[in-house]
């Protein structure tokens, strides 16, 4: 009688360690299929992350190639040349029978590229003499990092020729136009005069500035970074 007691608890128990095996084991292979789940997850997470970052570069390029190209060409090229303005030439002005009372001549004017002069004192003490202003004054005008700066408009030739002879890189002239009157002596107050920058004062100059005044012309050159 004991022997097929002891039997039967001994297919209890191996029946009891094979159901624990088999529970042992469903629950490992869900845990391993739960942790491959999450590695899939974050796997899917990133390639979503990294397409949506192409995209947005890729976008981003497109802006700045395509929609936005023409702007930063334009900016480019402001930053690297600069224009200087010049004053058009002004109709002349004539008497009834055809002569001349006010006519446009040529005229130098010396400008500097600071930016470019590595010695401004030096050149300062150059130049003032020659331009009848100060070396202290010069200096100012030469110093700092400005791409450009006048030293001294509508200057006299003889002026400009001695300027050139010097040889200072940064520094050169522009060619403007000085309004000159056969008759200032006896038609100066009727006939006016231009300031500076080429604009009709008084008189007939003021008077018919809009018919005078011709079409703002400028001159680029290149200039440093």
């Known amino acids: 009688m004991n022997r097929p007691i002891r039997q039967t608890q001994t297919v209890l128990s191996v029946s009891l360690g094979r159901r624990k095996h088999l529970k042992e084991s469903a629950v490992r292979g869900f845990l391993q299929e739960h942790r491959q789940r999450q590695i899939?997850?974050?796997?899917?997470?990133?390639?979503?992350?990294?397409?949506?970052?192409?995209?947005?570069?890729?976008?981003?390029?497109?802006?700045?190639?395509?929609?936005?190209?023409?702007?930063?060409a334009g900016l480019a090229e402001r930053q690297h040349f600069r224009i200087i303005n010049v004053k058009a030439e002004r109709g002349a002005i004539l008497d009834r029978n055809g002569r001349i009372l006010a006519i446009d001549l040529k005229?130098?004017?010396?400008?500097?590229?600071?930016?470019?002069?590595?010695?401004?004192?030096?050149?300062?003490?150059?130049?003032?003499?020659?331009?009848?202003?100060?070396?202290?004054t010069m200096t100012r005008r030469?110093?700092?990092?400005?791409?450009?700066?006048?030293?001294?408009?509508?200057?006299?030739?003889?002026?400009?020729?001695?300027v050139q002879r010097l040889e200072i890189e940064g520094i050169g002239y522009i060619m403007e136009n000085r309004r000159?009157?056969?008759?200032?002596?006896?038609?100066?107050?009727?006939?006016?005069?231009?300031?500076?920058?080429?604009?009709?004062?008084?008189?007939?100059?003021?008077?018919?500035?809009?018919?005078?005044?011709?079409?703002e012309d400028g001159i680029?050159?290149?200039?440093d970074a």
């Open 142 to 162: 030469l110093g700092g990092t400005r791409h450009f700066v006048w030293l001294g408009r509508k200057v006299d030739p003889t002026t400009t020729e001695a």
């Open 220 to 223: 680029r050159f290149e200039q």
């Open 107 to 136: 005229t130098p004017s010396v400008f500097a590229i600071p930016s470019i002069i590595k010695d401004a004192k030096g050149v300062s003490k150059r130049l003032a003499p020659l331009l009848e202003t100060s070396s202290k």
């Open 180 to 215: 000159f009157y056969p008759k200032r002596a006896l038609l100066g107050q009727l006939l006016g005069f231009t300031g500076l920058d080429h604009q009709g004062m008084e008189g007939v100059e003021y008077r018919y500035a809009s018919v005078l005044r011709g079409q």
């Open 40 to 72: 899939r997850r974050r796997i899917y997470l990133v390639i979503a992350g990294l397409i949506v970052v192409f995209f947005i570069i890729a976008f981003r390029l497109m802006e700045l190639h395509i929609l936005k190209g023409a702007e930063l």
